[in-house]
């Protein structure tokens, strides 16, 4: 009895040092669990695939802050990385004013390693011919109503200055009717915005990505036809980089999928948690409602 | 007149773009961006706000000595470099050291600390699901395992344990999850219609300040 009685009292420094072994063990060595990619994984990937190279841009808001960084950041460096790879061009922008300093690093790793390896200009990604970082702007659901009458309102110029005109691959572009997909990778109510404001008021195609805590509510809005996908906190990360390795558009390492071992690990320990926590629980009821039948 | 005032501009552009939405003339249109544009340029002042508002708290902390009074000097400080590196390293400026200088703090300063606040979090969703997930009534019974079976469903050992494991995850979040997700959506919807119109008639007064009587 004394062991159950303990079992339902262990010290929580000792669930605090298992999972940050459950964490750091399979971050170090790859565990290579198997990848199966979700519904919803696949077909924004698809949603993506569909775009011809060359044509109108696919826009990306990168709306979360370094908090969310660990679940949502791969879920963006994959995207960019599938778009730029097959020539499809690429806006960013953010909502959030930390997004911005994350997404234009993630640009400037992944234009850098896809001009290390191109062989001609063509190949390369050329900033305003194949991609613009917008950059950040206060103002949320305006910013996107405004997108809906003429890019030019929100953003007049990109976020180096130069106005948008400028730029050869922004010159088509004027509103939604010229963007064939909105993605917004969030880890807050933003994606509902872009939903709401983007995808209704402007019938934007409207697809995403976000926590896992936070993906359950936006189910409704991918069986009514409302979002084209969805990535689903750092499993729908892993498996758009899974995809995007066996399709042959990176051989960057995966970020995500390293991560997804973590958590496949961590979550098997708390279910182990839950289920010592029950066993005890139920164990010393028992006998305590056998003593008070006793007494 | 200080309060009215307000309330007359909610009431009369609450109407005027309520009505806008249904009429699909160019006159229409114009007065729509125009509108946008404008609300733009004040929802920048937010920014303005926030930034006093913060200031303004930090340095009364200071000056009354409170309690971690001293952390107060920190963020100032941090608002101070942060800003000054921003705007000298922006587009407006240009200066590349300052540019370099705040990616750096940025990336290798704030976002291991902001990922490290986030992260504290599984330490104590694990403590606290030891703790308290705990099938008390048939509810939490039915909460336990419906939770379970999602968990495993996410993650590759589900479907090594058996095959149907992801499918049955994907039903309770298509259907139990999406039958309440759909309800609270709805009242949400509701109460936000409902919240709107009594503010532009001027029922609900409480954003002006004070006690809304």
Redesign the interface.
Not at chain 2, 110 to 115: K, V
């Given at each position: 009895m004394k062991f159950f009685q303990k079992l339902s009292q262990i010290d929580r420094r000792w669930i605090y040092l298992l999972v940050a072994l459950a964490v750091i063990v399979p971050l170090m060595a790859r565990m290579g669990l198997p990848d199966a990619p979700g519904k919803y994984s696949l077909q924004l990937f698809d949603a993506v695939d569909r775009i011809p190279p060359r044509s109108q841009p696919v826009l990306i808001s990168a709306d979360y802050s370094p908090s969310m960084m660990p679940e949502l950041h791969p879920m963006f460096m994959a995207m960019a990385r599938h778009c730029l790879a097959r020539k499809v061009r690429l806006m960013v922008m953010t909502l959030d004013p930390t997004g911005a300093g994350l997404a234009e690093n993630g640009l400037r790793q992944i234009t850098d390693e896809i001009n290390a390896r191109a062989g001609s200009a063509a190949d390369s990604a050329v900033y305003g011919r194949d991609y613009v970082f917008l950059g950040y702007k206060p103002g949320t659901a305006i910013v996107m109503m405004s997108i809906g009458e003429n890019i030019r309102q929100a953003y007049p110029a990109d976020a180096y200055g130069t106005p948008l005109d400028s730029l050869p691959m922004m010159r088509d572009v004027r509103n939604y009717a010229d963007i064939p997909l909105v993605n917004c990778i969030a880890g807050s109510a933003v994606l509902n915005y872009w939903i709401v404001y983007a995808g209704a008021r402007y019938r934007a195609r409207v697809g995403g990505g976000s926590t896992a805590v936070s993906s359950a509510d936006y189910y409704p809005f991918l069986q009514s036809g409302q979002m084209v996908g969805l990535l689903n906190g750092m499993k729908g990360a892993s498996d758009y980089e899974f995809l995007n390795q066996q399709r042959g558009y990176s051989s960057a390492p995966r970020v995500a999928g390293k991560g997804m071992d973590a958590v496949s690990i961590v979550h098997l320990l708390i279910m182990g948690f839950i289920v010592l926590g029950n066993v005890g629980y139920f164990v010393t009821k028992k006998s305590a409602q056998q003593k008070a039948g006793e007494e | 007149m200080k309060r009215q005032l307000p309330l007359m501009i909610v009431l009369v552009l609450g109407i005027a773009f309520t009505v806008q939405f249904f009429i699909p003339s160019r006159a229409s249109?114009v007065t729509?961006?125009t509108a946008?544009?404008w609300?733009?340029v004040m929802?920048?002042f937010?920014?303005v706000l926030a930034l006093g508002s913060l200031v303004n708290h930090h340095v009364l902390k200071i000056k009354r000595r409170k309690e971690h009074w001293a952390f107060s000097w920190v963020t100032l400080a941090g608002l101070l470099v942060m800003g000054a590196l921003g705007i000298m390293g922006g587009?407006?400026v240009g200066l590349r050291w300052a540019n370099a200088a705040y990616?750096q703090l940025?990336?290798f300063v704030?976002?291991?600390?902001?990922?490290a606040?986030?992260?504290i979090l599984?330490?104590y969703?694990?403590?606290a699901?030891?703790?308290a997930?705990?099938?008390?009534s048939k509810e939490a019974t039915v909460l336990?395992i419906a939770g379970?079976v999602v968990?495993?469903g996410?993650?590759?050992?589900g479907?090594?344990l058996w095959r149907r494991i992801?499918d049955i995850s994907?039903w309770i979040?298509?259907v139990p999850?999406?039958a309440s997700?759909?309800g609270i959506?709805l009242g949400i919807g509701l109460g936000s219609t409902a919240t709107a119109l009594k503010i532009i008639l001027g029922i609900e007064r409480s954003w002006l300040g004070g006690s809304g009587k």
């Open positions: - | 249109e729509y961006q946008l544009q609300w733009l929802s920048s937010a920014m587009p407006s990616n940025f990336l704030q976002a291991p600390m902001d990922s606040m986030f992260a599984a330490f969703m694990a403590s699901s030891y703790r997930f705990r099938a008390r336990l379970f968990m495993l996410i993650i590759p050992f479907a090594m992801p994907e979040m298509m999850n999406m997700k759909r959506l």
